[in-house]
């Protein structure tokens, strides 16, 4: 059994979908990584063979008021459930962000690169890498822009805007990442639990780097509506917390040890037929 922690998010949803009976989907109800009690209620769990962790603390503006929590849930708790499968002797696939890095240049960032992140979410993300890579055996995997069914994402948003507004969608165009299905994610932890991974850090995002912008107006082509979105500078849009401009990841290291990549427009357009 692969214990699954956040099972019953985005990404948790589609890592049960993958593993199939494999799966052991841990909710809040069982396992709470912002719960005093996180240890005991780890250590009543069932023998498994790996651990896959995609709960956390994911809103990026609230952090800058709950750093604490943040660090709690993103960082230090993961901490205890590193040393937990450790102390089991299995392998933890934990998912962390381009939010480490600063967002400085225009050149992807590789694993090794330094983390220096600019805000609060990041930092406790940083924690959390920490604890991982030095607590156990392990897959860290840096992704970004997620998306896909059972969760509030980008691409829902910008799809639900346009059908329900004439108004003009003004979009960031100067922050560089790439939109990443759920499903893609979940294939590759497949493969780590089958065992044809190496462990290790990795960068896992789509072939291309593009800004908000090119996706919000990739959606609104596919809808018909292209003449709605206006491309806006960051600085015209300020949020309580700083993101990094530059979060075009490296993926050489990903490929070079068989993990495939995958198109971001393909896949983007993929995921809006279904939903059409």
């Known amino acids: 059994m692969i214990a699954v922690v956040g099972a019953l998010g985005m990404l948790g949803h589609a890592m049960v979908a993958a593993l ?4 052991l989907p841990l909710g809040r109800e069982t396992v709470a990584l912002d719960s005093p009690d996180l240890l ?13 962790n995609v709960a956390a603390y994911t809103h990026v503006d609230q952090a800058e008021s709950q750093e ?27 998912f962390s962000t381009d939010y480490v890095f600063n967002g400085s240049g225009d050149v992807p960032w590789v694993e090794t690169d330094h983390r220096a992140p600019i805000n609060a979410y990041g930092r406790s993300k940083r924690i959390g ?13 840096r992704v970004q822009w997620l998306y896909g069914p ?3 994402h980008f691409v829902d948003t910008i799809r639900r805007l346009l059908r329900e507004t004439r108004d003009p969608l003004t979009v960031v165009n ?26 290790g850090v990795y960068h896992l995002t789509g072939s291309q780097a ?16 292209s003449d709605r979105v206006v491309p806006v500078s960051s600085l015209a849009m300020p949020r309580p917390a700083l ?17 495939a990549s995958f198109d971001w427009h393909h896949a983007l357009i993929d995921y809006l037929s279904v939903l059409n």
């Open 40 to 52: 005991s209620q780890l250590d009543r769990l069932p023998e498994v063979s790996a651990c896959v």
């Open 129 to 141: 890498e920490d604890h991982v890579m030095s607590g156990c055996q392990h897959w860290v995997f």
């Open 210 to 225: 593009v800004t908000w912008y090119d996706v919000a107006l990739a959606i609104a082509t596919h809808l018909g509506y």
């Open 243 to 259: 993101r990094p401009a530059n979060g075009r990841l490296s993926t050489v290291k990903a490929h070079r040890t068989g993990i």
């Open 150 to 152: 059972h969760g509030r």
């Open 68 to 94: 604490a929590l943040a660090t709690l849930v993103n960082g230090h708790a993961v901490g205890v459930l590193a040393s937990w499968c450790r102390q089991r002797g299995i392998p933890l696939c934990h």
């Open 174 to 199: 100067d922050q560089w990442g790439c939109p990443t299905p759920t499903a893609y994610l979940a294939s590759v932890v497949t493969d780590c639990v089958q065992g044809r991974i190496p462990h």
């Open 20 to 23: 199939g009976d494999q799966a």
